[in-house]
């Protein structure tokens, strides 16, 4: 069995990324990122600071927008319309989910398409779906693919099934993984809670992406004997033997499924640094499209 590291496969990208961003330097062109968060979620807050963590470790420009939980809808807009007229910002993230009383939907729809580097804009999407090699795909479905690829599993003609079908996640990364070429050419099924025979179903892929928000939900008998298994499910669960009291777990119950797996990726260490890394790749990317580079 196979343990995917993709804290490992990340360093390996975010160093390419550090030389381009020295490159673009070079050219009077820095890579700006800019976040807006709405609220304190503690996970979504934790989440932009690893955020901006690494845009100051690649040497990148970055920008926070804390806004408070009560912002109206009209304020969070202006600030993207803001963003979207700044040059020195190459891509715009609105940290998800916001408030109750903000429509995600039109934010998104805000947000410049060619600075959309979560890739969540309707022309990104349908850029995606149309096999267009310019649209922003979602990090977490990139950095999956990159896994798949960097780890030469082979996604030509092989059975993948995706549980989940969100935006995020689970319909994106069908159309990608349907796309013709490197890391795409898979048979895709995409099952979710509705799904009848779902165990069945999950244990004829010869790749399973778990990808429901369900911790352990995945269970032995859910995978066939040499699957490979990603597990893009990040869960907090109550752990009184932690020091925090919780701790991080997946999609997957992992101790009962790795040992039938050809290979499989963890939670921490496995997604979560990839959707980072890809999340840095668009922004320069952008930089790169906007620069005439690229």
């Known amino acids: 069995m196979q343990l995917i590291d993709g804290t490992a496969i990340a360093q390996k990208i975010n160093a390419a990324s550090r030389e381009e961003v020295a490159r673009l330097k070079t050219l009077g062109f820095t890579p700006g990122l800019a976040v807006v968060l709405v609220g304190d979620d503690p996970a979504s807050r934790a989440y932009v600071r690893s955020k901006d963590k690494m845009c100051q470790e690649l040497g990148m420009h970055s920008v926070k927008h804390e806004l408070p939980a009560s ?18 910002i190459h891509g715009i993230l609105v940290q998800s989910p916001p408030p109750a009383h903000i429509n995600e939907r039109a934010v998104v729809d805000a947000i410049d398409p060619r600075k959309d580097v979560d890739g969540f804009h309707p022309l990104n999407v349908a850029k995606l779906a149309l096999g267009d090699s310019d649209a922003f795909v979602p990090c977490t479905p990139l950095g999956c693919q990159r896994l798949l690829i960097e780890t030469g599993i082979e996604t030509a003609g092989a059975n993948v099934v995706i549980l989940g079908r969100s935006m995020i996640v ?52 859910f995978v066939r004997e040499g699957a490979v298994v990603i597990d893009v499910g990040i869960n907090r669960i109550d752990d009184p033997a932690s020091p925090k009291g919780s701790r991080l777990v997946g999609d997957v119950a992992f101790d009962e499924v790795a ?36």
């Open 71 to 88: 912002v109206s809808q009209a304020d969070l807009i202006h600030i993207v319309h803001q963003l979207n007229a700044d040059p020195a």
């Open 170 to 221: 689970g319909k994106p990364l069908a159309l990608l993984l349907m796309q013709k070429g490197k890391g795409g050419d898979a048979t895709v099924t995409v099952a979710h809670s509705r799904t009848r025979n779902l165990a069945d179903v999950c244990h004829s892929a010869d790749i399973l992406i778990a990808a429901i928000g369900q911790p352990y939900f995945v269970k032995e008998n």
């Open 259 to 294: 040992p039938k797996c050809r290979a499989i990726t963890p939670v921490p260490r496995g997604v979560g640094p990839m959707t980072i890394a890809m999340l840095m790749q668009n922004t320069i990317t952008s930089c790169q499209r906007f620069a005439g580079t690229r």
